[in-house]
């Protein structure tokens, strides 16, 4: 007899065992890991050039350096074209700095003493505006321009994880997200147990798991029985990122669907940025949002804790600026916002759609896999928007800008 015929059972039993029925026979067929594993894709090499655009020198001059011997061996292809991993690439802004250091910030930006910690929320304004790719693309970017990086998923549906090659199973994890790190019984763990590394180098990530979603309905439970006082899980998150705070420069944290953990996004972040489409639509769902964002931010505050954060900032995405109505939708944004709204816009893009069918980035591929034109066009976009947000980080750190004036050079070949 089925198990959906099975009476003798508890409905939510039956359905645990015909869940596990499937996973058993997924498993057994080698269809599915026993357990959640990261898998990242080995990164590809830069080519010369793109790789003076990210240090800001010439290629000649790079392969000058090669040729005498000095920084990294780099991998001689074809033609004697010469290749850097993104490892070697950190070497050589290591050797730069060194050799060089006048220009020390410029090869090698990480915050120096005094300058805190960037921990930078994405927020999405409603459904599909792009907060997953926009968190991808801004960690990998950093990583790639010579930042320490942690990326933090905070979906219960692992959607930035996948981007990762995160392998979730569907089957209940054990202390393996930001849940861990924050639940209130004698299972918590430590911030760094959670992190794993990616195929980025300097750049981490803690994965995001269903456990996520039982933390939330903890949560909810302590908050209606301590009478609707605001629980501490918004203190827990601050707690553990000030337990890795020297290991990194930027964090960015990719907020999801939930209640607590937004709010401790909120309280932890030294800054947000909210992701929305050029709609009308859209943007008034964003104004709910922002709502959201207010009542999570009072209820901190209501508490004696401020939330000063250092930027709220807003990124137009999927946009197209040939639709009239789009164009329409960003000027009303632009008269509402001001400066707050960035001024690069990431354009709608067959390139960036066709890297996350892969699960992959337009970093993590080259040209010809999605065609040189969209890919150019594409980079172009991203790169603008991801050195606008670099620069508000330097205006914060009291640096002066650099990155904007770069970006147009950044454009993968």
Known sequence: MPLSEDLTYQTSERIERIRER???????????????IADP???RSF???????????????????????LGPTPELGTAGRRSYT??????????????????ALKFC???????????????????????????????????????????????????????????????????????????????RVSMRSVILSTNFDGLYFVPGTFELGIFEEES?????????????ASLRMVSALKEVEEDYDVVVIHCGLGTFLTAGAYEAATGVLMTVRPQLPEIALMSQSLGHFSHHVSMIE??????????????????DPRDVSQQEAVALLRDSLGDDLLAATVWESDAIRQAWFRERSLYELSVGEVGRSAHEQAMETLN???????????????????YVSRASRWTTR
């Open 22 to 36: 499937i996973r058993d026979r997924l498993s057994e067929r080698g269809a599915i890991p026993l357990y959640p």
């Open 41 to 43: 894709q080995a990164l």
């Open 47 to 69: 080519s010369l050039g793109e790789v003076a655009d990210f240090l800001g020198v010439s290629g000649s001059y790079l392969r000058q350096l090669s040729i005498d011997g």
């Open 86 to 103: 993104l490892r070697q690439i950190n070497e050589l802004r290591a050797y730069l700095a060194s050799a060089r250091p006048r220009e």
């Open 109 to 187: 930006p990480r915050r120096r003493e005094g300058e805190k910690l960037q921990i930078i929320s994405v927020a999405a304004s409603s459904a599909g505006s792009a907060s997953t790719t926009t968190s991808f693309y801004l960690a990998q970017s950093l990583a790639l321009q010579g930042y320490r990086v942690l990326a933090i998923d905070l979906d219960a549906r692992g959607s930035l994880s996948k981007m990762f090659g995160y392998l979730p199973t569907g089957y209940p994890v054990h202390n393996a997200s930001m849940s861990a790190v924050l639940r209130y019984d004698d299972d």
């Open 220 to 232: 909810s439970r302590r908050y209606h029985s301590e009478n609707l006082r605001y629980p501490d």
């Open 302 to 319: 209501q508490v004696g804790r401020p939330a000063a954060y250092d930027f709220i900032k807003f990124l137009v995405t999927r946009h």
């Open 384 to 402: 603008s928007t991801n050195a606008e947000i670099m620069d508000i980080v330097y205006k914060v750190w009291g640096r002066n800008p650099m």
